[in-house]
């Protein structure tokens, strides 16, 4: 006797399109091809502009064969779904030649006007580390690129929030006449969230010029902007206070060694931009500024500091202290102080007494996060003063450094440590520690 009774389906031919899609989010475009092949279901759920809204396009400086068809196949679906795009990231992975920068140029204008012409959704353009000052960039390649982006920069200006050219670093006229393309309104402009940190090259006094002010001046809905120290200035404060006060939240500062950063800038200035920007939260990154004097010359006590992360990496110096800015500098944010990364190579001092001192002023630390020669019995203190509710730390990652060749007996400290305070780190604490 035949049976006549239909094949038992798949889970899969019953699921719903919403959680098909939510499944293939998360397939690379080979899978997402192949699955593309098994029905026309599948098939009409893979042309879903859901899942084209938001892609990455790795460029590699020496790319392998499955590199080259990796890319290759990432421009393929970005020109067949272009018009889906709402979040577009470039990434260039170890540009060493010319003729890398000449083939992604090249690459780089066809996509331009590819998406120019088909996307009017794009709200979110990501394009770090061009380092357009290298000598693998020739004049006529460099120039080139920054036109085919200004023009298309210029087309999206009308729905782009987010722009992000760290590490572009660009000349004076260069940058601001890049950061003028994005005016699509007389004056104005919508972005909210900017990264320009290193845009500019090193060396360049960007505060003192007349002509970035003008160009920070068209922007008047700014959320959050990410730029260097070398563009501080009272002109820029005010300027951010006339035009962008309404909205600032957070503005991220990195201050380089090699940026210019001696410049006067007035406590007032500050005052008056945080009066106007009741939400503003600032944080400072200093790269391998760490002496006192400079440190003193930027964090102001009118700022209104959220995070501050000192790195000196291999500076070695038997006269330098960091004692008064653990005791005098930082402790002044006591009451607005979140967060505080310190990478020190403090082989001349001890600092163990300050560090502990300085969790208990800042009332509002939640995370703390220290490199440096310490004693192991700090983390102790620290977890002990934690339990006993004298900070209010959430997360820990201390890494201990030690000249020791032998670290048994630190580590077996450490272990002792935490069985004791198990309990503390299982329920109400994050806390990391390794001694290097």
């Not at 990455?56 to 795009?85: H, I, M, N």
């Not at 503005?251 to 503003?280: D, F």
């Not at 305070?421 to 520690?433: A, G, P, R, T």
Request: overall charge positive.
């Amino acid at each position: 006797m035949e049976d006549d009774s239909e094949p038992e389906q798949s889970p899969w031919a019953h699921l719903p399109d919403v959680c098909l899609r939510r499944a293939f989010h998360w397939l690379d475009n080979r899978d997402r091809s192949n699955a593309a092949l098994v029905c026309n279901k599948w098939n009409w759920a893979i042309h879903s502009g859901a899942l084209w809204k938001q892609r990455t396009v790795t460029f590699y400086g020496q790319p392998s064969k499955e590199d080259t068809l990796e890319l290759q196949s990432a421009l393929w679906y970005l020109r067949k779904f272009g018009k889906y795009l709402e979040r577009l990231e470039i990434k260039l992975w170890n540009p060493s030649n010319t003729s890398f920068t000449q083939k992604f140029q090249m690459t780089m204008r066809g996509l331009f006007s590819h998406l120019g012409k088909r996307n009017s959704r794009l709200v979110s353009l990501s394009i770090e580390y061009l380092g357009l000052d290298r000598s693998i960039w020739k004049n006529l390649v460099r120039a080139q690129f920054l036109k085919n982006l200004s023009s298309f920069l210029k087309r999206m200006s009308k729905r782009l929030d987010y722009l992000n050219l760290k590490g572009a670093r660009l000349t004076l006229e260069e940058g601001c006449e890049l950061l003028n393309s994005l005016t699509c309104l007389p004056n104005e402009s919508s972005l909210s969230e900017i990264n320009i940190e290193d845009f500019f090259s090193l060396h360049i006094p960007v505060f003192s010029s007349t002509l970035f002010h003008q160009t920070m001046s068209k922007f008047h809905s700014l959320v959050v902007l990410t730029f260097n120290y070398n563009c501080i200035s009272d002109e820029l404060l005010n300027t951010l206070r006339e035009h962008s006060a309404h909205s600032l939240c957070t503005l991220n500062i990195k201050c380089h060694i090699h940026n210019t950063h001696k410049q006067v800038v007035r406590g007032t200035s500050w005052a008056n931009l945080a009066k106007r920007a009741p939400k503003l939260s600032v944080n400072f990154f200093f790269e391998r500024v760490t002496k006192h004097d400079h440190l003193a010359r930027i964090l102001l006590v009118e700022i209104p500091v959220r995070s501050i992360s000192l790195r000196s990496y291999d500076f070695r110096d038997p006269d330098w202290t960091m004692k008064p800015t653990l005791t005098n500098l930082i402790p002044v944010y006591w009451h607005v102080l979140q967060k505080l990364t310190l990478q020190l190579n403090n082989d001349y001092e001890l600092l163990d007494n300050e560090l502990l001192q300085l969790t208990l002023s800042c009332q509002r630390l939640l995370f703390l996060e220290v490199w440096a020669f310490l004693s192991v019995t700090f983390v102790e203190r620290l977890l002990q003063n934690h339990a006993e509710g004298k900070c209010s730390l959430t997360t820990i990652k201390v890494r201990i450094y030690t000249a020791r060749e032998d670290t048994s007996e630190e580590s077996q400290l450490l272990h002792d440590i935490y069985r004791r305070f198990k309990y503390l780190i299982d329920s109400e604490i994050n806390c990391f520690v390794v001694i290097y």
